[in-house]
């Protein structure tokens, strides 16, 4: 088979404290060299899969390489995918699953002493003044199409087309609001005399820092794995078995792989038990000794602190609660 080429994110999507892909591709069973957090490589060798080659993008860059047939799947958010298909005015990329970590909200903020609650007040208090209304963007895209759909904007401007300026390139009709790309570090525009802008923020500490509130959401996104128009027959079954192997192992994050021992008298107690309060996938494995058992189960995190309770009050000893690396159902 063609080898299916692999765009792994730059950035946030692979820091120790928000995303880290590389740890995920470990855990799902791949052997990596040169994904390293803060020591990646153009070219990344993914040592035990020779069928997959992988190169390093950008995640606002990896849309249109996947558009354009340059890799065939990435790993990126869900923002960057919109903002590159309204561009374009269509769906060529195709979700194959969420990967459930790098969340984020794409936000419209202004100053926090400004006195708005929401875009729409921003355009009618805005209406006659002279100078343009600059709002600074890495999402033109969204922007705009977030702006024009607001009922403020509609009032005043109609069906006009803000300005967008990405360097020295102009699209759009209404001058009045101009929307301007910017590379990353976009709240501090504000502080250089933008009237707004639009970024993405986990928690929305690092806005408040730097004295803006959120007015709006424009969509909330987190990073899966997309196939672009060059994904296809023995290729997407390729991209689908790496999903697969990929979701296992974030799934695996939200279980702990429980073992203990029970006296065999209490054997059967501990297992209804378990089995009725859905604290074990399907049923607990017992391996049953001369006067004891070892009972594992696997448990979602979140019930681990009352099944511990429990299986205490029927006599466990011994109980170890090890981490799980993949979980595929």
Known sequence: MEKIVLGLPKGSLNNVNRGNT???LVDAGYEVKGYEPGNEAYE????????????????????VELNRKMVDIAIIGEDWVKEE?????????????????GQTRLVVAVPSSDPYQNLTDFFRDNQDRESPILCFTEYPNLTRQHIMANKGYQEIYLDSIPLVQIRGLVNGDNE????????????????????????????????????????????????????????????????????DQLFGAVKARKYFDIKFNISNENVEEVKKFLVEGKYCS??????????????NVLIPKNKFPEML?????????????GNVKQYVK
């Open 22 to 24: 590389h740890k995920l």
């Open 44 to 63: 990344i060798n993914v040592l035990n899969d020779p069928e997959i080659k992988a190169y390093l993008t950008r995640p606002q860059s990896a849309p």
């Open 85 to 101: 298909s309204i561009a374009n005015d269509e769906e060529s990329i195709k979700k194959l699953g969420d990967l459930d970590y």
């Open 176 to 243: 009045q609001v101009q929307i301007i790309n910017s590379d990353g570090a976009t709240e501090v525009y504000i502080a250089k005399g933008a009237d707004l802008i639009v970024d993405n923020t986990q928690t929305g500490s690092s806005l408040k820092k730097a004295g803006l509130k959120i007015l709006e959401t424009i969509m909330e996104s987190s990073a899966g794995l997309y196939a672009g128009p060059s994904c296809t027959g023995d290729k997407m079954d390729k991209a689908e078995m790496i999903y």
């Open 282 to 295: 399907d049923e607990p494995t017992i391996s049953q000794g001369s006067d004891y058992s070892q009972v």
């Open 309 to 321: 309770q429990g299986i205490k009050g029927y006599g466990a000893s011994a109980v170890i609660r």
